[in-house]
């Protein structure tokens, strides 16, 4: 195992492990994603979600590759999943206004009313939960969130050079 095991932060590392454990588990008991699936009014599975959910937190349309990069997921299974979400007329492609060639993908007024049932659910579960949190607290939980997700993506993709 890589890394000092000795080292004063060691022990606090190892102090958060059961904790985020614990939180998956609560929010995999809680079927939140699936209740959320379900609130979307549509039959779809968590990686078309996620495509529209990336195409709902874009101020503009994209393309494969930068949907695959948010994803974190290789562009021939983003491929895959715009086919379904066209055909099923939740997305639909047009031309990149920078390059003739290329294509974009939007949201449909359909992708955009599943997408936005979804992130009401999710939404609205997250603010039942913490609703006794207050506005300071729930800004430090946002920033070390980000935080730690930005520290996990640089080391992750460290790791895979």
């Not at 590392?13 to 609560?26: A, E, Q």
């Not at 599943?114 to 992130?119: R, T």
């Amino acid at each position: 195992m890589a890394g000092d095991q000795s080292g004063e932060g060691f022990a606090e590392v190892m102090g958060m492990l059961p904790r985020i454990n614990r939180l998956s588990t609560s929010l995999s008991r809680g079927r939140l994603m699936e209740h959320a699936l379900e609130a979307s009014g549509l039959n779809l599975d968590r990686p078309a979600m996620g495509v529209l959910i990336s195409l709902r937190m874009s101020d503009e349309p994209l393309r494969i590759g930068e949907i695959a990069r948010r994803m974190e997921v290789a562009g021939p299974h983003v491929t895959r999943l715009v086919h379904e979400l066209e055909r099923r007329e939740l997305a639909r492609r047009i031309a990149d206004p920078d390059d003739k060639r290329a294509r974009r993908v939007e949201l449909t007024p359909a992708g955009t009313e599943a997408v936005n049932g979804y992130l009401r659910d999710i939404f609205g579960w997250f603010a039942e939960a913490l609703v006794d949190w207050s506005p300071a607290d729930l800004q430090t939980l946002g920033t070390l969130l980000n935080r730690l997700l930005d520290d996990l993506t640089a080391h992750t993709a460290r790791q895979q050079l």
